[in-house]
């Protein structure tokens, strides 16, 4: 009763010009689709019936085999861009907004209708919605530098990263994840100001850049939202600078940062900057990640963070896949406490998945395989399960 009545609330919706049923006949497994859909996905349905677009996605022969490597995400978002800013009247960078809501929007739906229908992964899935997520922040990343360097000139020598960490970093994220980042950025220490009509310091011109970036990937147009951005995760937390100079990030890390810090440094991964400048930020990782640790402070240390979490979220409610005791943030404590006490003398532990490492730790030995079987398992059937809730 539920699939027919969202059915009925989608036909209700459509134009009067869309020949579904001519369309259902010719393509007969295309009605197992729907039936999915309208019956086992509401949220999917809701978003089928709000945007009467995608039906072209839907009823696309490729739907299930189209590309969503990086590259071609590139390439479609490259494409689009250039038309939006070809036909922005007045302002090029509110329908280049627009434009990066109705990618998003349809290559996640893409995504969660191959969910639906079996024919991908969790941990495919995953990957797929943060390589969407990635490519569009970097693509929005360009278009407000390319804002703020008409506005304010550029910094000589500088440039600046966005870092993804949590879901995205890790390269799991779901249909509802919101984006961790942190921007970090270096220049001439020489420069005082930007070269624009409208100068600025170096620290106040990545502070900006950051805000219009936040704001490029979070405000409400009339496409929607892309993503909710958490910062939380840059040093300092919500009380520092929403972008941080890479020598005070290295300071930091080095000599400031909790160990949970350090946990979740072990899912940073840079996903817009130049090659040259990603090597500097990698390798300033990589060596806080590889520093050797006290195994027993290390453990005290995540347990009360553990402790803490349970406090704050609860742990009993074994409904709650992420928080309860045994749960997802179970596995993914116990995979960055390996790293962070074994990767000194086995570095090759460190990974920015979950899986993969319990995978790397076991066939290093610094983890028993029964053991490392049960928490794959675990963390496969959970992440499983998120995807399809």
């Excluded at 329908?95 to 941990?123: N, Q």
């Excluded at 509802?176 to 005082?192: C, G, K, M, N, W």
């Excluded at 100068?199 to 805000?211: I, K, V, W």
């Amino acid at each position: 009763d539920g699939a027919i009545a969202s059915f009925d609330r989608f036909l209700a919706e459509l134009p009067s010009g869309v020949q579904l049923f001519s369309l259902l006949r010719a393509q007969p497994g295309l009605i197992r689709l729907f039936a999915n859909i309208m019956g086992s996905a509401p949220r999917l349905a809701h978003i089928l019936s709000r945007r009467r677009r995608l039906l072209d996605v839907v009823l696309d022969p490729q739907v299930m085999g189209g590309e969503l490597s990086g590259a071609a995400i590139d390439e479609l978002v490259a494409n689009a861009f250039a038309a939006a800013r070809a036909t922005g009247f007045g302002d090029p960078i509110q329908e280049i907004l627009d434009t990066a809501r109705r990618i998003g929007s349809e290559l996640a739906f893409l995504v969660g209708v191959r969910i639906l229908a079996g024919s991908i992964s969790a941990t495919d899935a995953g990957m797929a919605y943060a390589t969407i997520a990635e490519r569009l922040i970097a693509a929005l990343f360009a278009e407000v530098t390319r804002e703020m360097e008409e506005d304010h000139g550029r910094v000589a020598g500088g440039e600046a990263v966005v870092v993804a960490m949590g879901k995205l970093g890790g390269r799991e994220m779901t249909a509802t994840s919101d984006v961790d980042l942190i921007l970090i950025y270096d220049f001439d220490p020489t420069v005082e100001q930007s070269d624009g009509v409208k100068p600025l310091s170096p620290p106040q011109y990545y502070a900006r850049l950051t805000q219009r970036l936040i704001t490029a990937i979070s405000a409400r147009t009339a496409e929607g939202s892309l993503y909710d951005v958490d910062m939380r995760l840059r040093p300092s937390g919500q009380k520092g600078p929403v972008a941080t100079r890479l020598s005070s990030f290295t300071n930091y890390q080095a000599s400031e940062a909790w160990t949970w810090e350090h946990m979740a440094l072990t899912r940073a991964r840079v996903v817009s900057a130049s090659p040259e400048f990603t090597t500097r930020i990698e390798s300033i990782i990589r060596e806080v990640l590889t520093r050797r640790r006290d195994p027993a402070i290390t453990a005290n240390d995540v347990a009360d963070m553990r402790r803490a979490i349970a406090q704050e979220k609860g742990e009993t409610d074994y409904w709650d896949l992420k928080y309860a005791s045994g749960g997802m943030v179970d596995i993914d404590f116990i995979a960055q406490y390996l790293q962070l006490v074994h990767a000194h003398d086995k570095p090759d532990i460190l990974d920015v998945s979950t899986v993969q490492v319990l995978e790397n730790a076991a066939r290093l030995g610094v983890l028993p395989q029964s053991q490392a079987e049960i928490l794959r398992a675990a963390a496969r059937l959970y992440h499983d399960l998120t995807q399809i809730l």
